[in-house]
T-cell receptor, first 116, second 112 residues
Framework: GAGVSQSPSNKVTEKGKDVELRCDPISGHTALYWYRQSLGQGLEFLIYFQGNSAPDKSGLPSDRFSAERTGGSVSTLTIQRTQQEDSAVYLC??????????????FGPGTRLTVL | GEDVEQSLFLSVREGDSSVINCTYTDSSSTYLYWYKQEPGAGLQLLTYIFSNMDMKQDQRLTVLLNKKDKHLSLRIADTQTGDSAIYFCAERTRYNFNKFYFGSGTKLNVKP
């Protein structure tokens, strides 16, 4: 596609419910990242997928958070039993997956999650 | 560690130069990046610099890197109201190339 897309753009949910956030990376990009941006904070790394390799999940804040990437393309970030502190903008980025300076991340517009 | 720090706000007048500063702690940084985030949008890569460089210029943007002091700056010449946004610096280290470490962002306000 033309760019990284994310859906929904906004999600309001009640505490305790599960949510799924979707990311469609740029076609052909093998690397995909999820970040969380809380109000007034920088980006917090959550998880990284590269091709068929095991994902780097070291940034996931708790076992309520999980992510999948099906067929090396679309990714879904799932938050179970949401808490108010999960409220943030969740950003997805994709890149070609190289190790040099050409491996630029392209970001989606984000999903704003509000947990009431 | 991989702490990346930025001041939170900067206000300048249209036509002036803006200088946004960033400090980092990890000496194994390989690439350092500047991103721009406009309201309601994702991050857009502005420019990057490899850690063996001191300076990089790209039109109105000048990046300066002081590796000894672990200090990175972004200078925007002839700042315009359209430059109003949040600017993030980020680093990528030699030991974990998967991860980009971001600062908290500097909100640039350009007054007409």
């Amino acid at each position: 596609g033309a760019g990284v897309s994310q859906s929904p753009s906004n999600k309001v949910t009640e505490k305790g419910k599960d949510v799924e956030l979707r990311c469609d990376p740029i076609s052909g990009h093998t690397a995909l990242y999820w970040y969380r941006q809380s109000l007034g904070q920088g980006l917090e790394f959550l998880i990284y997928f590269q091709g068929n390799s095991a994902p780097d999940k070291s940034g996931l804040p708790s076992d309520r958070f999980s992510a999948e990437r099906t067929g090396g393309s679309v990714s879904t970030l799932t938050i179970q039993r949401t808490q108010q502190e999960d409220s943030a903008v969740y950003l997805c980025a994709s890149s070609q997956g190289g190790s040099g300076d050409t491996d630029t991340q392209y970001f989606g517009p984000g999903t704003r999650l509000t947990v009431l | 560690g991989e702490d990346v720090e930025q001041s939170l706000f900067l206000s300048v007048r249209e036509g002036d130069s803006s200088v946004i500063n960033c400090t980092y702690t990890d000496s194994s940084s390989t690439y350092l990046y500047w991103y721009k985030q406009e309201p309601g949008a994702g991050l857009q890569l502005l420019t990057y610099i490899f850690s063996n460089m001191d300076m990089k210029q790209d039109q109105r943007l000048t990046v300066l890197l002081n590796k000894k002091d672990k200090h990175l700056s972004l200078r925007i010449a002839d700042t315009q109201t359209g430059d109003s946004a949040i600017y993030f610096c980020a680093e990528r280290t030699r030991y974990n190339f998967n991860k980009f470490y971001f600062g908290s962002g500097t909100k640039l306000n350009v007054k007409p």
